[in-house]
Structure formats: structure tokens, C-alpha cells
């Protein structure tokens, strides 16, 4: 069995270099919206330490990485206190929301350094690369309306029963494995990455 330790490493430090912006975007969006949760708990900070799940951001993905069955991973979730956040379950859907979007920011900004990069550090080029494509797939997975994922907060400000909510979270970890390993959703949320990667590279010729 081949181990492929390169790519394990280059995973896990691509992973917490995303993380800490989509975190982060949680909970400055939360404390712009009047809520001090995530500042009391520490979390509006660019500090990764502040941010990765030492068995979501670095042990599974290393060990996914390693064996070749992709890259699994996650963050620790930034919380938000609905009752304190401006406009209510329509505030949590913002907070939610910035996750993704600091994730295509993000996107930008490592296509630029890539592009700034690729004649005299190829390699710190083509690690912003796969960067851009990773930080893309990352905001469209995040979309998906199942909890415990960014795009649920947008059933929760669409006011759906709590009961169906909660049905929801209980099976979502089945729901997100059926949608991306057992349909085609896996392979159009990568299509559609690697689409947005080559239109993003496409803004800096």
C-alpha cells in the first residue's frame, strides 16, 4: 500500500489555511450583528489555534489523505446566539452565510498569489493553486442545506418546523455521505470548482 504522505501534509496545512478565514467570517458577521458570543469565546481571531478541530482539521484528513480516500475534514463551529444576533434567524442566516463567502474571497486572493508566484516559487504557486479549487469546493459544500452545514441556517430563516429542522440534523451525517459518495452531487460540486477555478484564474491574464 502506497502511503502518500506529501499529499496528506499538503491537505491538512491547505485545510487549516482555509478554516481560519471561514471562521473567522462567522464570527465577525455575528459580533457586526450584535452578537458577543463568539468574541467571548474567543473567536474573533486570524489565530488558526483558535479555529481547527484537531480531529476535523488535522488527525482525519491526514489519515483520509494518507490512505487515498480523499480529504474529509471540518472546523470548530463558531457559535451564534440567535436571540442576540440583529434580525433574529435572519441574522443567522448572514453569519452563516459569510462562511462560504469569505471561502470565494479567499479564492481570489490565492489565484493572485499563485499568479504573483508560479515564475519564481512554482511550488508555493501550485500549492495556492489546488488552494483555490479546495477554498471553492469548500463554499459550495458548505451550501448544501443539511445541518450541520452553513446552507441549514438558510432553512431556519425560511422558518421551517423545528421538528423537521431537527430530523434533519440527526440523519445529515447519512445524508451528506449518500449525496456526495452515492449520487452524482460529488462529481457537479467538483465540476463546478474546478469552473469557478478557471474563471477566477481567467480575471488575471
Same mark, same amino acid.
Given at each position: 500500500?502506497?502511503?502518500?504522505?506529501?499529499?496528506?501534509?499538503?491537505?491538512?496545512?491547505?485545510?487549516?489555511? *482555509?478554516?481560519?478565514?471561514?471562521?473567522?467570517?462567522?464570527?465577525?458577521?455575528?459580533?457586526?450583528?450584535?452578537?458577543?458570543?463568539?468574541?467571548?469565546?474567543?473567536?474573533?481571531?486570524?489565530?488558526?489555534?483558535?479555529?481547527?478541530?484537531?480531529?476535523?482539521?488535522?488527525?482525519?484528513?491526514?489519515?483520509?489523505? *494518507?490512505?487515498?480516500? $480523499?480529504?474529509?475534514?471540518?472546523?470548530?463551529?463558531?457559535?451564534?446566539?440567535?436571540?442576540?444576533?440583529?434580525? $433574529?434567524?435572519? $441574522?443567522?442566516?448572514?453569519?452563516? %452565510?459569510?462562511?462560504?463567502?469569505?471561502?470565494?474571497?479567499?479564492?481570489?486572493?490565492?489565484?493572485?498569489?499563485?499568479?504573483?508566484?508560479?515564475?519564481?516559487?512554482?511550488?508555493?504557486?501550485?500549492?495556492?493553486?489546488?488552494?483555490?479549487?479546495?477554498?471553492?469546493?469548500?463554499?459550495?459544500?458548505? %451550501?448544501?442545506?443539511?445541518?450541520?452545514?452553513?446552507?441549514?441556517?438558510?432553512?431556519?430563516?425560511?422558518?421551517?418546523?423545528?421538528?423537521?429542522?431537527?430530523? *434533519?440534523?440527526r440523519a445529515g451525517f447519512l445524508l451528506l455521505i449518500f449525496?456526495?459518495?452515492?449520487?452524482?452531487? $460529488?462529481?457537479? %460540486?467538483?465540476?463546478?470548482?474546478?469552473?469557478?477555478?478557471?474563471?477566477?484564474?481567467?480575471?488575471?491574464?
Amino acid at each position: 500500500m502506497h502511503l502518500d504522505f506529501t499529499t496528506a501534509l499538503l491537505n491538512v496545512a491547505l485545510l487549516w489555511l *482555509l478554516t481560519t478565514p471561514h471562521e473567522f467570517a462567522h464570527a465577525w458577521t455575528a459580533t457586526r450583528l450584535g452578537d458577543d458570543t463568539p468574541r467571548l469565546q474567543g473567536r474573533l481571531t486570524l489565530n488558526p489555534l483558535a479555529h481547527v478541530d484537531w480531529l476535523g482539521t488535522t488527525i482525519l484528513p491526514a489519515l483520509t489523505s *494518507l490512505f487515498g480516500g $480523499g480529504l474529509i475534514g471540518w472546523g470548530k463551529p463558531v457559535y451564534s446566539n440567535p436571540s442576540k444576533l440583529r434580525w $433574529g434567524l435572519n $441574522g443567522l442566516a448572514l453569519v452563516a %452565510m459569510a462562511g462560504p463567502a469569505s471561502n470565494v474571497v479567499f479564492a481570489v486572493i490565492l489565484a493572485a498569489v499563485a499568479r504573483a508566484t508560479v515564475t519564481f516559487a512554482p511550488a508555493l504557486a501550485q500549492f495556492a493553486a489546488r488552494g483555490v479549487n479546495l477554498s471553492l469546493y469548500l463554499a459550495i459544500f458548505n %451550501m448544501l442545506p443539511v445541518p450541520p452545514l452553513d446552507g441549514s441556517k438558510l432553512l431556519l430563516a425560511a422558518r421551517i418546523p423545528m421538528v423537521v429542522y431537527n430530523e *434533519l440534523a440527526r440523519a445529515g451525517f447519512l445524508l451528506l455521505i449518500f449525496a456526495v459518495s452515492v449520487s452524482d452531487l $460529488g462529481r457537479w %460540486m467538483s465540476q463546478w470548482s474546478y469552473e469557478g477555478t478557471a474563471h477566477i484564474f481567467g480575471l488575471f491574464r
